[in-house]
């Protein structure tokens, strides 16, 4: 029988925290590449090393070489840089760009039939790249956004009223920006209704504190981003596709009319399984959630018209 076998390019904070997930989870045999040598070679066999340990099965490969990709089921891409204080994620896409094309290239020559999780950032915009790049069918790429800013927003509300983080569901809509949109009418804390539970001015600030989550973590740590929050997210998403789980997550995936909106990708709540994306689900949106969305899929739109598509 054969395991499944994830890749996971670049062997940075993200990555490696990927590894380590997925190897905890035993989602399968494991390769790590990066650019730079030694780094993925390192991080892997100390990452195995603890198997052992910790009771996992999965091998972990390190390489400079993508021949040692090949075959593999998903590909996580978290290649690229990360911001420092005081830049936007949008700063990054002159690098990340073709970085994630080049990236691409290479994960299609040897894994043609792999899903696709692109995380670089400005991430709704490295989908798009990967995607084009990739000649894939849309539902075979797609980006980290709302699993994490969801999480986020489930973490403010869990702590703001002492319950289990798990009892706590959400989603976020829109582009992974300062703009996202997380819809506090579709929270819920056990089934009950969020905004029975707490004040609108309270949960206002959560929201806020949500859409600027990633640069809260930046502030503190001056030096990159978040990873284990992103990491865990991104590896349940690859979770859903190998054990076929179909999960409704809220993911950055590529729009074909779905809330009036294509050729852009961007945070919608979808079905994830053994196909990918399965299928994206619509939900009604008042007037002003409706024109939150369409002014943070318009940042988007800004900056793939950037690129040469
Ligand atoms: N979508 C999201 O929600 C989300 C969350 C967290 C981080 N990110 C993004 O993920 C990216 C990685 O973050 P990080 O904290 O791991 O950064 P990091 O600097 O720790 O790691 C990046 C790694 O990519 C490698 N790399 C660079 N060019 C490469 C190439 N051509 N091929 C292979 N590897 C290459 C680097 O050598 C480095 O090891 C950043 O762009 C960050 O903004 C996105
Ligand atoms: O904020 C960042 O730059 C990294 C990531 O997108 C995050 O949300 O943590």
């Not at 700063?91 to 995380?119: C, F, H, M, W």
């Not at 009418?185 to 009950?192: A, R, S």
């Not at 707490?198 to 859409?211: F, G, Q």
């Not at 990633?214 to 998403?237: F, H, R």
Request: net charge negative; aromatic share 8%; proline share 4%.
């Amino acid at each position: 029988m054969r395991r499944n076998k994830i890749t996971i390019v670049g062997a940075g904070n993200v990555g490696a925290t990927c590894a380590h997930w997925a190897a905890a989870k035993e989602l399968g045999d494991i390769v790590l590449i990066d650019v730079v040598e030694g780094v993925p070679q390192g991080k892997a066999l100390d990452l195995m090393e603890a198997a052992p340990v910790e009771g996992y099965d999965s091998v972990i490969l390190g390489t400079n070489d993508y021949a040692d990709t090949a075959d593999s089921d998903v590909v996580i891409i978290t290649a690229g840089i990360a911001r420092k204080p005081g830049m936007s994620r949008d700063d990054l896409l002159s690098t990340n760009a073709g970085i994630v094309r080049s990236v691409t290239e290479q994960i299609v020559k040897y894994s043609p039939n792999a899903y696709i999780l692109v995380v670089s950032n400005p991430v709704d915009v490295s989908a798009y790249i990967a995607y084009k790049t990739s000649g894939f069918t849309p539902n075979r790429v797609f980006g980290l956004s709302g699993v994490l800013d969801s999480a986020r927003f489930r973490t403010f509300i869990a702590r703001e009223l002492d319950v289990s983080f798990e009892d706590v569901t959400t989603f976020v809509l829109g582009g992974h920006g300062d703009d996202m949109v997380p819809l506090v009418k579709y929270t819920y804390v056990g089934g009950i209704p969020v905004e029975k539970l707490i004040p609108a001015d309270r949960l206002a600030a959560m929201v806020e504190r949500t859409r600027k989550g990633g640069a809260e973590i930046v502030n503190y740590l001056k030096t990159g981003s978040a990873y284990y929050a992103p990491s865990a997210s991104v590896v349940q998403m690859a979770e859903c596709i190998l054990k076929d789980k179909k999960r409704i997550l809220p993911v950055s995936a590529y729009l074909l009319g779905e809330y009036g909106e294509s050729d852009v990708f961007a945070g919608v709540p979808a079905i994830i399984g053994g196909n990918g994306v399965e299928k994206i689900i619509e939900v009604d949106l008042n007037e002003e959630e409706a024109a939150a969305l369409k002014k943070s899929i318009n940042s988007v739109r800004n900056n793939i018209a950037k690129l040469n598509f």
